[in-house]
């Protein structure tokens, strides 16, 4: 693909010899062109433009003078101009020929500009040449066929700015929101060019109103830049990039800071395994809080920048993985956003046929493999910048960043949204648990880990700790599978909960406030987990976490326990008997199987001596097994 940025080579290299023919006869106005060539060609370009200028304004379509002007002011940044001159040059160099190579570079700027149509004519007529096509001329090729065919395709709902409140400063980019939608963090900078600093600013939403945005935290805000952001499920982790700092490894590194109360902590660098001594960037947080999508331009990739995943391990990042060549061109892909499911990937690329510029694609995993990715449509992209794209988790809503047009043709990025129709871009949707930990006794706020698991597979699919001050937490929860959920603190009992959202968009959060009482001698706590199928000691592979939980309780405590069974009222007495010691044994003979030394472990069955309820609509509840602390090692 020719750039424009080859245009003034190619105006001196190629035109600077005197032409035998021009577009226009009049014999001054050749001689002015030819002096303003000069004037360029010894970089006096103020008096060179002047020039052009001069023989346009005597000979409006003298195609030459176009195509010269088009050429420098694109090299000066002033496309508006640049623009003008070339579709001028286009209306008038017709009847004169077009070399191939202008038409790629014609058909390149119309397409980039959104003219579709005469992008597609200068294509058609450079392919009557059949010329030979390179990479870059194919996927120009392909992308204006693309954009043509599906430009008058009706988008539907369509992005609608942010309040000023959020679009406040010259240039905002790279949103990223709170699982509760309701706390939106991202990047400003104070004027329109990469000159000016980046910040991280924070707006709150209340009753459908957003705050006007400000600076996130003095602690991470400094002299230097600090920008494209992702924050974790829970609100309390922020990953985040920072630039031209003395204790970057390359130009920009990615940091972390966590929130405690109200308080962001300083940043720390992730360090040279993650970070390169190249540009790190663009970090996207999993829900799990440890797989981290982030990218970069460090060697040993698929292109210019590529889409990179580090995870986290034993609370060390590993080293990182290129995604490859399903996900990564051989040009840019960059902005990569996991969406709180872990099955879509969205990302912006320039190496893929889109509508011009960088196109937002999106990427699903099915079975562990990331399947190749489809262009969004013209509901976002366009052909401007599309960048930086993110998804609520309950897959109703879309923020972005996108370029308008101001008045005097300037462009400006404003952060937008997008409504989602269900299940048109995530299938399985996510919602969250939320509330606070408590001490039974003093009702003080607690540390406690939280840990989430697939009922089903017994898979640890989250785990993460409440704020120590707060007693705060959050975790997400994925339309189709059913959580355990456990809570538990040094010297605690812990405490487990089931949620199941198999057959239903998740809908409204849950709230659940957690009450950890204090071990003491003689108490009691029932195993809300654990299965066993009808009439039967063998345990189900669902109790697996459960059993886990108890194992790693009685490792961190060092308590003696007795282990009891119960069965309810219907049936034989002797019968119930037997089989709640022995459903009281099998979860024994797992826990010494996991480790846990025998004078720690006694059990016994009651059957149906002690139950919870009296109601024989509800005696099910009595058939459970739990578990009596008889001493303190």
């Known amino acids: 693909m020719r750039w424009f940025l080859m245009f003034l080579f190619l105006f001196l290299s190629a035109q600077l010899h005197a032409q035998e023919v021009y577009s226009v006869d009049n014999p001054r106005v050749q001689k002015w062109y030819e002096s303003a060539r000069q004037l360029i060609k010894e970089r006096e370009f103020d008096e060179g433009i002047s020039l052009y200028q001069k023989c346009l304004v005597k000979e409006p379509t003298f195609v030459e003078a176009h195509w010269a002007l088009a050429s420098i002011f694109k090299n000066f940044g002033d496309l508006e101009s640049s623009f003008y001159h070339l579709d001028q040059y286009y209306l008038g160099a017709d009847k004169f020929g077009i070399s191939t190579q202008k038409l790629i570079i014609l058909a390149e700027q ?34 204006i066929a693309y954009a043509y065919k599906n430009q008058k395709t009706k988008a539907g709902v369509m992005p609608k700015s942010l309040s000023s409140s959020v679009n406040r400063y010259p240039t905002q980019y790279f949103p990223t929101i709170t699982i509760d939608n309701n706390t939106l963090i991202f990047t400003k900078r104070a004027g329109p060019s990469g000159s000016y600093d980046e910040d991280l600013v924070v707006s709150y939403r209340e009753a459908d109103v957003w705050s006007p945005a400000t600076l996130l935290s003095k602690n991470i805000h400094s002299e230097f830049n600090e920008g494209a952001a992702s924050i974790s499920a829970d609100g309390r982790t922020l990953i985040f990039t920072m630039c031209d700092k003395g204790q970057t490894f390359g130009n920009c590194d990615l940091f972390i800071s966590r929130k405690y109360g109200e308080v962001w902590s300083k940043p720390e660098n992730l360090g040279n395994v993650v970070n390169s001594k190249n540009w790190d960037s663009q970090p996207s947080l999993g829900a799990d809080g440890n797989t981290l999508y982030f990218s970069s331009d460090r060697p040993a990739g698929m292109g210019k920048r590529d889409i990179w995943y580090t995870q986290r391990v034993d609370n060390t990042w590993t080293q990182p993985k290129n995604m490859g060549t399903i996900i990564n061109t051989v040009k840019d892909d960059v902005t990569p956003f996991i969406h709180t499911n872990s099955e879509n990937l969205i990302f912006a690329s320039n190496g893929r046929v889109g509508f011009g510029g960088y196109d937002l694609f999106m990427s699903v995993q099915k079975e562990g493999k990331w399947q190749p990715p489809r262009n969004l449509g013209n509901a976002v992209n366009n052909n401007l910048d599309q960048l930086s794209f993110i998804i609520s988790a309950d897959g109703s809503m879309a923020y972005f960043s996108q370029d308008f047009k101001k008045s005097n043709g300037k462009l400006k990025t404003k952060i937008v949204q997008l409504p989602i129709a269900n299940d048109s871009l995530i299938k399985n949707s996510s919602s969250y648990i939320f509330g606070r930990v408590r001490d039974a006794i003093s009702q003080e706020f607690l540390k406690a880990k939280i840990e989430l698991f697939d009922i089903f597979t017994n898979e640890l699919k989250y785990t993460t700790y409440s704020d120590s001050i707060s007693g705060e937490y959050f975790f997400a929860l994925n339309e189709g599978l059913s959580y355990g959920v456990y809570a538990g603190a040094k010297g605690y009992f812990f405490e487990d909960f089931r949620f199941d959202i198999q057959n239903s968009r998740s809908g409204q959060p849950d709230t659940l406030d957690i009450i950890l009482s204090p071990l003491e001698v003689g108490a009691s706590m029932i195993l809300e987990n654990i299965y066993f199928d009808l009439a039967s000691y063998e345990l189900t592979q669902n109790s697996q976490s459960e059993l886990d939980i108890v194992a790693g309780f009685l490792v ?15 049936g034989d007495p002797q019968y119930n008997q037997v089989l709640s010691e022995q459903r009281a044994k099998a979860v024994y003979d797992f826990l010494i199987e996991s480790g846990i030394p025998s004078e720690q472990l006694t059990f016994k069955g009651l059957g149906a001596t002690r139950p919870v309820e009296l109601d024989p609509a509800l005696s099910d509840q009595n058939r459970r097994i739990e578990f009596r602390i008889r001493s303190e090692n």
Not at 112 to 129: H, I, N, R, S, T
Not at 556 to 567: C, D, K, S
């Open 556 to 570: 961190e405590n060092q308590v003696n326990i007795q282990i009891e069974g119960h069965t309810d009222q219907t």
């Open 110 to 143: 119309y397409f980039k500009q959104g003219f579709y149509v005469k992008a597609k004519a200068c294509m058609d007529q450079f392919q009557l040449y059949q010329l030979p096509a390179d990479q870059d001329d194919s996927l120009l090729i392909a992308s």
